[in-house]
């Protein structure tokens, strides 16, 4: 079975600061790796995907994440954060089964960017 | 190529009545997944149907719940006998066999009164 977990249900930086949210997955299959945004009462936007290939992938807005399989950890990182980076932010796995993209979020984590 | 379309995006509905949630999938996409979204809450993985055919409704209660994907026209949740819990926002997502992502609707936000 799937699961993700997601340390630290708020993140606080400064403007500018490094943004780093961390992303833990179990899965029993190699699974493909997800980060979405989502601002308020708005639906999720795909920031960035991990399938096959490159171990580091880059985002969109200037967020990329690096899978790192013997630390089952999938974190996202954006080296100078910008106000307009608020939202939650939710990490999503799926075991790409049947042609499935059945997807299982973390619990989200909500950053909050101070001028 | 319109994206993932819901309607309504917000509905209101009194304790014990129907809730019709509709999903138009992005044109050319086989697959349907809805998912939940209580307040301050993570999504929750509901349903996962094709034209038709429910696959895996693992997340879906027992009861009062169900979902469909006709053959033409939208795919619908159904939720009867609205309780305050059901209050929830509700997503809808997309995808192709051969894709490599599932596209997100802006959801309905349910509120029960």
């Known amino acids: 079975a799937q699961s993700v977990t997601q340390l630290g249900s708020h993140v606080s930086v400064s403007e500018g600061a490094l943004v780093l949210l961390r992303c833990n997955y179990s899965?029993?299959?190699?699974?493909?790796l997800f980060w979405y945004v989502q601002y308020p009462n708005q639906g999720l936007q795909l920031l960035l995907k991990y399938t096959t290939g490159a171990t580091l992938v880059k985002g969109i807005n200037g967020f990329e994440a690096e899978f790192k399989k013997s630390e089952t950890s999938f974190h996202l990182t954006k080296p100078s954060a910008h106000m307009s980076d608020a939202a939650e932010y939710f990490c999503?796995?799926?075991?790409?089964?049947?042609?499935?993209?059945?997807?299982?979020f973390g619990s989200g984590t909500r950053l909050l960017v101070r001028p | 190529n319109a994206g993932v379309m819901q309607n309504p995006r917000h509905l209101v509905r009194r304790r014990g009545q129907e809730a019709r949630l509709r999903c138009s999938p992005m044109k050319g996409h086989s697959h349907v997944y809805w998912y939940r979204q209580l307040p301050e809450e993570g999504l929750k993985f509901m349903v996962y149907l094709q034209k038709e055919n429910i696959i895996d409704e693992s997340g879906m209660p027992k009861e009062r719940f169900s979902a469909e994907f006709p053959k033409e026209g939208p795919s619908i949740l159904r939720i009867q006998q609205v309780v305050r819990g059901d209050s929830a926002a509700y997503f809808c997502?997309?995808?192709?066999?051969?894709?490599?992502?599932?596209?997100f609707g802006q959801g309905t936000r349910l509120t029960v009164v």
């Open positions: 999503a796995v799926t075991p790409r089964v049947d042609s499935s993209y059945k997807l299982i």
């Open positions: 997502a997309s995808s192709t066999t051969e894709g490599t992502e599932a596209f």
């Open positions: 899965s029993s299959v190699p699974p493909y």
